[in-house]
């Protein structure tokens, strides 16, 4: 890599390329962009210059990422235009707040780099960010100042969404992108060499079952499928191929089968393999993959995070090196999370504590309910003692997600009938959102299946996948019996 200086640059009379091409770069953390926006802060009116202004300080926080420090300062005039800032100082710590109150504080209050009084992030829309000179672009470009570029490739208020899922995860870095399907395809892309291996499992979302078994094997990519609770089928496909990564949903889409995150981390490093789990139906508020000793955290932002069934996103959360390797893909697919629907997703995860509390309860007080009542034939939900990884769940998770699936005592017909005998939930593919939401999965994720296919991954016409929204308990029971009455 031929790298010059920037004076190099301005006496040369070619201008040449100085670096390989690198789009891996995360975009610019906010303790980077403070000094940036110090000035601008003292300047936004004759009154706030002249009362107390507050200063973000890079020099003050460097070295500890998630304090913020803010000077309560006087503003003194150094002579040259500067404003310099001296006083006294607060700091404000995340990083010792409850889950509850980082998913409302956390990257936001006095921490993120946009300059504003306002209490909410706002939306940058802007597809690119400009430089006011050439010579700031090649300091830029010879990472001597940090800067936005291209909106692609980061944007302020995407970076907040970012920085405040790193901050329930426990992560390094975290890259949010336009759906969740955007994150499994793109990180298994990044992860698994052409002509490499990688282990899954039978119970998952469809669509990454039909992403491993027929999009990958176009890059030479095969896999292993092992049920979620078969370590011995993992270590064989350990020992049998060069593995490079166990991606899983843990809990599963739709039977919520668990996998013992601790466990399966263990045996994978040992044989240099990486663990990714996508924790869409755990929220991470019930589960800490990353404690639990996985390399990769997957969501569907679309689901609990964002919670209002009113956007579409997906986060990979780990250490900075592993998600900067994706980033590089990412930037070059263009997956990009559009800055208003980072913002809703930020403003959905303001209530995420209150939603997952209320769906954690509703879903475990209903899973009981249907398992003792005559007209279900079975209840799946690992709250439950039936559930075959009920002691795994109550090692990992602190509660166990608003989603209960269920069979009807009865054939298609039937379990139809309960579907539409329901008056709360709406008939549609999702889930984790505040309205309440009913699908009968052979319907509506495997109708182009014939039946005994659908029956291959334990799909029954009976089977109905119920998501609990945050009504009241009370109505929502007694929909759900009055429409059991009704069958
Ligand atoms: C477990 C799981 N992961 C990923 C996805 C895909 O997410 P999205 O719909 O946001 O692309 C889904 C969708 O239902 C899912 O259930």
Redesign the pocket.
Known sequence: MAVSSCSKVFSSASFECRSDPDFSAPPPRFENLRSRCRLETASFSDAAASATPISLSPAEVAGDEDVVVVAAAEEEEDGNGTVQFKGSVDTFSYSSLTDASKTIHAAERLGRGIVTDAITTPVVNTSAYFFKKTADLIDFKEKRQVSFEYGRYGNPTTVVLEEKISALEGAESTLIMA????A?TVLLMALVPAGGHLVTTTD??R??RIFIETILPKMGISATIIDPADVGALESALEQHNVSLFFT?SPT?PFLRCVDIKLVSELCHKKGALVCI?G??ATPLNQKALALGADLV?H????YIAGHNDV???CISGPDKLVSQIRNLHHVLGGTLNPNAAYLIIRGMKTLHLRVQQQNSTGLRMAKILEAHPKVKRVYYPGLPSHPEHELAKRQMTGFGGVVSFEIDGDLMTTIKFVDSLKIPYIA???GGCESIVDQPAIMSYWDLPQSERAKYGIHDNLVRFSFGVEDFEDLKDDILQALEAI
């Open positions: 759906s969740g399907m955007c499994s998952c979302y669509k990454t949903e889409n996508d869409t139906f997957v569907s932002a679309t689901k579409l996103g997906g593919p999702s889930f």
